[in-house]
């Protein structure tokens, strides 16, 4: 159903006999641009620390902060309000604007990592500059709130971006951080991905399950799914045409997650996709007098028969133990397998 369709019969308007203006019939979304691959970052490069979503006020997320950019043989340059963010919402929105503009801006910084998620892009999405964002590709960071970001640059800047760990979160072990260097410091394809070793291979902490087998190849799209839920019916709402999806969430019950794959699914966003992969949902297993249903019940009913390769476990999202993923690159899933294998680098050498 098109837009005019929509509203003509959310508002009752629409009849039977209703007919839809040529107009309205021919329109289509515009054309995604041309993906543009940010250059690969090197030792000595200048990096951008900015902070787009819940306030920092402990000094000490500056020290992880530099301590994880420092280890990637990176400088660190700390944005003007990453520490001193206005109470007032207004002000707050322009103050965090400014400080993605002047890195995106800067020929003298190389990538931009957000420091952290939680809350905050919802309020200044709208207002970036992407053509600004496409006149300077660069390295960009981050997942959770930061999906909201990564969904609007795809749409409207066409640039690969980077869901992954950010620097000033608490726990950052050698995992996360060699996945983020392989991501961001090198040409190469990141190839098949592979979860931590497990210590217990009985008890595995990411168990990896086939949920639907099969094979597919498309371009990889996704992050959190409260955001992606969120953002449907915006202008940044996530194309699954012919894609690999992924998902992932943190502290959401089963009946919750539930309710968001239905929204996606009966958008047609779920059975467009190529292939799913269930990222690591964390603490979300927890039922509730709302559903008695597990988080895996969750997924084989809504996922299990869309006929396309789905399966679960790969540690993306809220784990301390994180993969780092170029956002529209090629990937293919091999979901008997229970793999996801990146075809092209995120970056360019």
């Known amino acids: 159903m098109d837009l005019w369709n929509r509203r003509a019969l959310l508002t009752g308007v629409a009849t039977a006999g209703a007919v839809v203006p040529a107009a309205a019939q021919s329109k289509a979304p515009p054309p995604r641009p041309k993906m543009l691959h940010p250059a690969m970052l090197r030792p000595g ?19 992880r902060a530099r301590s994880v950019i420092e280890a990637l043989g990176l400088v660190p340059e700390f944005s003007a309000h990453i520490l001193n963010r206005s109470r007032d919402f207004k002000a707050s929105a322009r103050e965090r604007l400014a400080d993605l503009h002047t890195a995106v801006s800067d020929p003298n ?13 919802s309020e200044i999405v709208a207002d970036i500059d992407y053509a600004l964002i496409r006149r300077n590709p660069k390295v960009m960071v981050g997942f959770s709130d930061v999906t909201l970001l990564h969904l609007a640059i795809q749409n409207r800047a066409g640039l690969v971006t980077f869901h992954g760990r950010m620097p000033a979160l608490t726990k950052f072990p050698p995992y996360s ?18 979860n931590p070793e497990e210590p ?44 690999i999806f992924f998902f992932e969430d943190v502290d959401e019950q089963p009946y919750s997650v539930a ?27 927890k039922t509730s007098d709302a559903s008695p249903y597990s988080l895996n019940e969750v997924f084989e009913d809504i996922l299990g028969d869309l006929k396309i390769p789905v399966f679960s476990g790969l540690a993306l999202g809220h784990t301390d133990d994180q993969l780092t993923v170029p956002l529209g690159v090629q990937a293919r899933v091999d979901a008997g397998a229970c793999t996801l294998t990146l075809l092209e680098p995120g970056v360019a050498a």
Do not use: H
């Open 177 to 194: 951080l060699e996945a983020l260097r392989r991501a961001v410091c090198s040409p190469d394809a990141l190839g098949r991905l592979a």
């Open 45 to 63: 490069d200048r990096v951008a620390v900015i902070n787009l979503s819940s306030a920092i006020y402990d000094p000490a997320a500056i020290t």
């Open 200 to 243: 217990n291979s009985l008890r595995p902490l990411y168990p990896l399950r086939t949920i639907t087998p099969g094979a597919a190849t498309g371009r990889l799209v996704g992050g959190n799914l409260s955001m992606i839920a969120a953002a449907m019916g915006t202008p940044w709402e996530i194309d699954t045409q012919g894609a």
């Open 109 to 121: 910084i190389k990538g931009v990592f957000c420091a952290r998620g939680g809350y905050g892009v």
């Open 259 to 285: 309710r968001m794959l239905f929204t996606l699914r009966q958008a047609g966003k779920l059975n467009q996709a190529a292939a799913i992969v269930v990222g690591v949902c964390a603490n979300c297993e």
